[in-house]
């Protein structure tokens, strides 16, 4: 990706970023818009520090993962007001119910934004947002990430059947039931594989596993038509689940710079009041 203007992209990011973020007391339902271009800033500041070793880049990972946890917050409550800290302000933020934005996606990137940035409170609260209100958006979303988000909620609340959810998250990956089949192929199901070698204890086959996700990752955005999105300087569900592989023991034997060293070892971690 071209860096020659990174710098002066990465301030009309922020720029952008800012204006929405300060519009939400006022108009709640800006999350979803915030949460896109809060994660493509945490994405972008990657571009110049593949390591996220600046606090920037961390700054802006928690503003996002801030962002992310806000909608479900906000959608679960369906009247009054909601209080979140949104980058270093407490903000009240009004009760939004469902919304065209709280969808699978959403819940998915909020997640794995917690887990890297090892918010265990709120990782908790998105395994305790119903599936039910994900579907409630008024889009038709694959089984596939239901199924996913349910195996991922049951690991983390200590659930039953975790087995048999990540199985039918993986059936429903397969080519004839999927609308995108290169995206699912390359995004979705990897880092799936990756969960099942970490629930196993299988340290080989769990680097075996990010080696491919991370191979896949880079194909599939590395085609002419994406080469230069920001959505690709960060393999996120992958990320989220090395640092899930990290915390538990597991050896991590794959670097790259898909993967910001210093979110996987914590080093930001406790900076300041998140």
Same mark, same amino acid.
């Given at each position: 990706m071209p860096t020659g203007n990174a710098d002066e992209g990465l301030a009309v990011l922020q720029e952008n970023a800012q204006e929405l973020l300060d519009g939400l007391e006022e108009d709640s339902t800006g999350l979803g818009d915030a949460l896109s271009t809060t994660v493509t800033l945490a994405q972008a500041h990657c571009l110049m520090d593949p390591r996220a070793a600046i606090? #920037?880049?961390?700054?802006?990972?928690?503003?996002?993962?801030?962002? !992310?946890?806000?909608? +479900?917050?906000t959608a679960t409550a369906t009247e009054g007001n909601v209080q979140c800290r949104i980058a270093h302000k407490d903000r009240t933020l009004r009760a939004t119910g469902p919304q065209w934005y709280v969808h699978p !996606?959403?819940?998915?990137?909020? +997640? *794995?934004?917690?887990?890297?940035?090892?918010? /265990?409170? @709120?990782?908790?609260?998105?395994? @305790?947002i119903p599936l039910s209100l994900l579907r409630e958006n008024g889009e038709q979303f694959e089984e596939? =990430? *239901?199924?996913?988000?349910?195996?991922?909620?049951t690991y983390w609340l200590g659930g039953q059947d975790l087995v048999a959810k990540l199985v039918s998250a993986v059936d429903g990956t397969e080519p004839e039931a999927v609308f995108d089949r290169e995206a699912v192929s390359k995004l979705v199901y990897p880092p799936m594989e990756m969960f099942h070698r970490f629930i196993r204890k299988?340290? =080989? !086959?769990?680097? @075996?596993?990010?080696?491919?996700?991370?191979?896949?990752? /880079?194909? *599939?955005?590395?085609?002419?038509?994406?080469?230069?999105?920001?959505? !690709?300087?960060?393999?996120?569900? #992958?990320?989220?689940?090395v640092c899930l592989a990290h915390d538990a023991g597991i #050896?991590? =034997?794959?670097?790259? =710079? *898909?993967? #910001?060293?210093?979110?996987? /070892?914590?080093?930001?971690?406790?900076?300041?009041p998140t």
């Open positions: 606090f #920037p880049t961390w700054d802006a990972w928690v503003t996002a993962m801030q962002v !992310g946890s806000a909608v +479900f917050a !996606g959403a819940w998915l990137t909020a +997640f *794995y934004l917690a887990v890297a940035c090892r918010e /265990k409170d @709120r990782i908790t609260a998105l395994c @305790r596939h =990430e *239901y199924a996913w988000i349910d195996t991922l909620q299988d340290h =080989e !086959g769990f680097n @075996r596993a990010l080696a491919q996700a991370l191979e896949l990752h /880079k194909q *599939y955005w590395s085609e002419e038509d994406r080469a230069v999105s920001i959505a !690709g300087l960060v393999a996120l569900a #992958p990320l989220a689940m #050896p991590i =034997e794959v670097e790259s =710079e *898909y993967l #910001p060293a210093v979110l996987i /070892k914590r080093n930001w971690c406790g900076e300041f």
